[in-house]
C-alpha cells in the first residue's frame, strides 16, 4: 500500500482576506519570542516582521530569543502570558507540530493554550548527495540505498530533516544510515569531508554549494518545483508523495481579543506583500501563504496529526 506523506499549508483551505485595518494594536512594545538562537530563518523572519512593524505601523517590538527543549521553553512562556497582544510568538514546527508527539508531556496545549494569529510561510528540505557518486537520481539513490546502503546527515534527531529521512525510509521502501549532528553547519562540514554520502537540509541554505557544485540535489520535498531552483525535481513528481516544509507562523497566548487578531493578521498580511520583504523572503527560502486565523489554527491541528506517525517511526519520543 503506498504511503502519503503530505505535510504543506498547501493541502488545507486558505482563509478569504480579512477585513480590520493594518497597523498598531497596542500602545506597549511588543515582544516576538523565538524558539532559536540568534541568526537562523524563524530569527531572521522575526526580526523582518519587528523591523516592519515599528517603521510601517508605528507599532514598537523587541524579538526576545529563547531557545531549549525543542521550542517548548519559548511556547511555555508565551502561552503563561496575558492575551493583550505585548507577548507573540514566532512559532514552527517544533513547539507546536514536532513537539505534542516527541514529548510525552507538555507543559502547553499547542491548540488550547494559544491563538494562532497569522501563517506566515514555509521553507523547504532537499535530499543532497556527493556529486563524485554518480547518482543524479532519485532511482539512482533508490538503488544504492537497497545494495550498499548508504548514510546520511541531519540537523539532529527530531529534526525536520531526520523525519524527511524517515519519511523517505517509508515511502522508498529503504533503510538509510542516519548520522545526526548538532545542527546542519556540522552535517555539511562532514560532507564536504567525504565523511557523508548524503545529507538532508533547507534547499535556501544550500546555494552557493549547488552553484558551485559542490553538492548534487535529488529531490525536493515541496509541493511544486522551486522557482529559483526549477532542476531540482520534487519527490511528487517523482512518484513518491513526500511533502514536508518548515513552516513559520505568528501566534500569542489564548483569549486573544478577535479584533486585535484580525488587526495582527492584516499587517502581517499587507506586509509580507510588501516588494522588499518579498525579495528578502525568497533569500532565506520561504514562500508565503496567506491565512486568517481560523485557517492556521487547523493548520496547526491537521500537521500535528499528520507529522504523528513520521515522529514515531523516527523514534524521536521524548
Do not use: C
Request: proline share 7%; glycine share 10%; aromatic share 8%.
Amino acid at each position: 500500500m503506498k504511503h502519503i506523506i503530505t505535510l504543506s499549508a498547501a493541502a488545507l483551505l486558505l482563509a478569504t482576506a480579512a477585513h480590520a485595518e493594518p497597523g498598531k494594536w497596542t500602545d506597549e512594545p511588543v515582544r516576538i519570542v523565538v524558539t532559536f538562537p540568534p541568526g537562523g530563518t524563524s530569527d531572521l523572519i522575526a526580526r523582518l516582521l519587528a523591523q516592519y512593524f515599528e517603521t510601517e505601523y508605528g507599532q514598537k517590538a523587541v524579538v526576545d530569543n529563547r531557545p531549549g527543549a525543542g521550542g517548548t521553553v519559548a511556547a511555555d512562556y508565551v502561552s503563561e502570558q496575558a492575551p493583550d497582544g505585548t507577548t507573540l510568538i514566532l512559532g514552527n514546527n517544533a513547539p507546536f507540530t514536532i513537539a505534542p508527539t516527541q514529548f510525552d508531556e507538555l507543559p502547553y496545549d499547542p491548540i488550547a493554550d494559544f491563538t494562532h494569529i497569522a501563517y506566515l510561510g514555509a521553507s523547504t528540505p532537499a535530499l543532497f548527495v556527493q556529486p563524485s557518486s554518480g547518482i543524479t537520481t532519485l532511482d539512482g539513490y533508490i538503488e544504492k540505498a537497497k545494495g550498499d546502503g548508504i548514510t546520511y546527515g541531519s540537523s539532529g534527531v527530531g529534526s525536520i530533516t531526520h523525519i524527511l529521512g524517515k519519511a523517505v525510509d517509508i515511502e522508498l521502501g529503504i533503510e538509510q544510515i542516519h548520522v545526526p549532528y548538532q545542527g546542519s553547519a556540522p552535517a555539511i562540514q562532514d560532507f564536504r569531508a567525504g565523511v557523508l554520502e548524503a545529507y538532508y537540509d533547507m534547499v535556501a541554505l544550500n546555494g552557493d554549494l549547488i552553484t558551485e557544485g559542490e553538492t548534487q540535489p535529488i529531490a525536493l520535498a515541496a509541493p511544486e518545483r522551486s522557482a529559483k531552483y526549477p532542476d531540482i525535481p520534487t519527490f511528487r513528481e517523482l512518484g513518491h508523495d513526500i511533502v514536508i516544509e518548515n513552516w513559520t507562523g505568528l501566534s500569542g497566548p489564548a483569549g486573544m481579543d478577535p479584533a486585535m487578531v484580525e488587526t495582527i493578521n492584516d499587517t502581517v498580511a499587507e506586509i509580507m506583500q510588501m516588494p522588499a520583504v518579498i525579495e528578502q523572503l525568497d533569500t532565506f527560502g520561504v514562500a508565503h501563504t496567506p491565512m486568517e486565523s481560523d485557517a492556521f489554527t487547523g493548520f496547526v491541528e491537521g500537521a500535528i496529526t499528520t507529522w504523528e506517525p513520521l515522529i514515531k517511526a523516527a523514534n524521536v519520543n521524548g
